[in-house]
T-cell receptor
């Protein structure tokens, strides 16, 4: 089983649509969870951390289900500028900082 | 907004040559990292560095690789004898000293080994 598994997409959605991405992780001892976005041939940029209580940042909402080892990201009112690859990222066991990346889900927002 | 910087943006080298990739982490950060991304593949952890020593490393980070903090601002990755399969984008990242905190990535160095 892959450590962090994501649907590669692509997700092609019209502007204004709501889109959701999911991710599962295999290491139940993982402590920290993130969504990063990556534009073509650029660095990963932190989008948001993901907390057990769920968290929202503007149009973006992230949820974590530790029991199911499942993370989600919801994007509301999609913009053309949201087109990117969204990376689900977890760190390892307690005290370890190495990040494990999923392969990413590609989003293409169309006019 | 503070950011991680990396030089050079692109390095071309011949197989067997040594390369040094340079990074300037965010100034108040204490943890430094190197990751790599082979074209079309996922980002992979190489090494983390804290308090002037390696704190974690992956299986990829073998004896060919070394890291150094030569002064108060730079953080370097050296590859001693490059191989074709070392061709990748190398990202430096940094974070502060809170467990589980957020890592911020530099723009990367594209290494091409011919």
């Amino acid at each position: 089983r892959k450590e962090v598994e994501q649907d590669p997409g692509p997700f092609n959605v019209p502007e204004g649509a709501t889109v959701a991405f999911n991710c599962t992780y295999s290491n139940s001892a993982s402590q920290s969870f993130f969504w990063y976005r990556q534009d073509c041939r650029k660095e990963p940029k932190l989008l948001m951390s993901v907390y057990s209580s769920g968290n929202e940042d503007g149009r973006f909402t992230a949820q974590l289900n530790r029991a199911s080892q499942y993370i989600s990201l919801l994007i509301r009112d999609s913009k053309l500028s949201d087109s990117a690859t969204y990376l689900c990222v977890v760190n390892g066991n307690t005290g370890r900082r190495a990040l494990t990346f999923g392969s990413g889900t590609r989003l293409q927002v169309q006019p | 907004e503070p950011e991680v910087t990396q030089t050079p943006s692109h390095q071309v080298t011949q197989m067997g040559q040594e390369v040094i990739l340079r990074c300037v982490p965010i100034s108040n950060h204490l943890y430094f990292y190197w990751y790599r991304q082979i074209l079309g593949q996922k980002v992979e952890f190489l090494v983390s560095f804290y308090n002037n020593e390696i704190s974690e490393k992956s299986e990829i980070f073998d004896d060919q690789f070394s890291v150094e903090r030569p002064d108060g601002s730079n953080f370097t990755l050296k590859i001693r004898s490059t191989k074709l399969e070392d061709s990748a984008m190398y990202f430096c990242a940094s974070s502060d000293d809170l467990v589980g905190d957020e890592q911020y990535f530099g723009p990367g160095t594209r290494l091409t080994v011919t």
